[in-house]
């Protein structure tokens, strides 16, 4: 089965950016729709952002548009998530997930910056 492995995340101050990036064992493109979700303290895991196989149609939660940018290199095997104008709303895990394997990654923390 193939594995995801999220990186990226990290401390960022309030309006700063961030990318994370998501490492498919294998290929992505077989992997049809991709996806980031984010889960924060006490709250249930939500969808953030979607893409599919070939890359042309992307889909947001209204809380991310205009602010967060998913992409994939099928190349690569690798999907991205570009997020900039961070607020203090964004802090969490943030998971990778293929559908329809229903596969997910381990997480990657974008933690609270002091």
């Known amino acids: 089965q193939v594995q995801l492995v999220e990186s990226g995340g990290g401390l960022v101050q309030p309006g700063g950016s961030l990318r994370l990036s998501c490492a498919a064992s294998g290929s992505i493109f077989s992997l049809g729709t991709m996806a980031w979700y984010r889960q924060a303290p006490g709250k249930q895991r939500e969808l953030v952002a979607s893409?599919?196989?070939?890359?042309?149609?992307?889909n947001y939660a209204d809380s991310v548009k205009g602010r967060f940018t998913i992409s994939r290199d099928n190349t690569k095997n690798t999907v991205y998530l570009q997020m900039n104008s961070l607020t203090p709303e964004d802090p969490a895990v943030y998971y990778c997930?293929?559908?329809?394997?229903?596969?997910w990654g381990q997480g990657t923390q974008v933690p609270v910056s002091s």
């Open positions: 893409i599919i196989g070939t890359g042309i149609t992307t």
């Open positions: 997930h293929a559908f329809p394997a229903s596969i």
